[in-house]
């Protein structure tokens, strides 16, 4: 089985910075696109950031200037680099990828990851 392994969050003080990692690890032939959603209490979860293979990105517009997304192909990892942080980005933040695991025939499938906790006090 395929598995997204997240690590990095924690607890800071507004505007303080934390970066979110998320390898995959398995029988992996390769991540076309990884994503970062967040679900903050009470709340449905949502889009943060993309990424493509080639590196192309997409914010979310709340966090568009204080968010960077990253990807190392090679390592089949995704960071998120979280700066200027405000209480509100507080959340269970998750990694997303869909994961071509076969070729021939193509398989491709969706994983998460297990969610890291980010608390930002005022």
């Known amino acids: 089985q395929v598995q997204l392994v997240e690590s990095g969050g924690g607890l800071v003080q507004a505007g303080g910075s934390l970066r979110l990692s998320c390898a995959a690890s398995?029988?992996?032939?390769?991540?076309?696109?990884m994503d970062w959603y967040r679900q903050g209490p009470g709340k449905q979860r949502e889009l943060v950031a993309h990424?493509?293979?080639?590196?192309?990105?997409n914010y979310e517009d709340s966090v568009k200037g204080r968010f960077t997304i990253s990807r190392d192909n090679g390592k089949n990892t995704v960071y998120l680099q979280m700066n200027s942080l405000k209480p509100e980005d507080t959340a269970v933040y998750y990694c997303?990828?869909?994961?071509?695991?076969?070729?021939?025939?193509?398989?491709?499938?969706?994983?998460w990851g297990q969610g890291t906790q980010v608390t930002v006090s005022s």
């Open positions: 990424i493509t293979s080639g590196g192309t990105t």
């Open positions: 997303h990828a869909p994961v071509v695991l076969t070729t021939n025939p193509l398989r491709i499938r969706d994983y």
């Open positions: 398995g029988s992996i032939i390769s991540i076309p696109d």
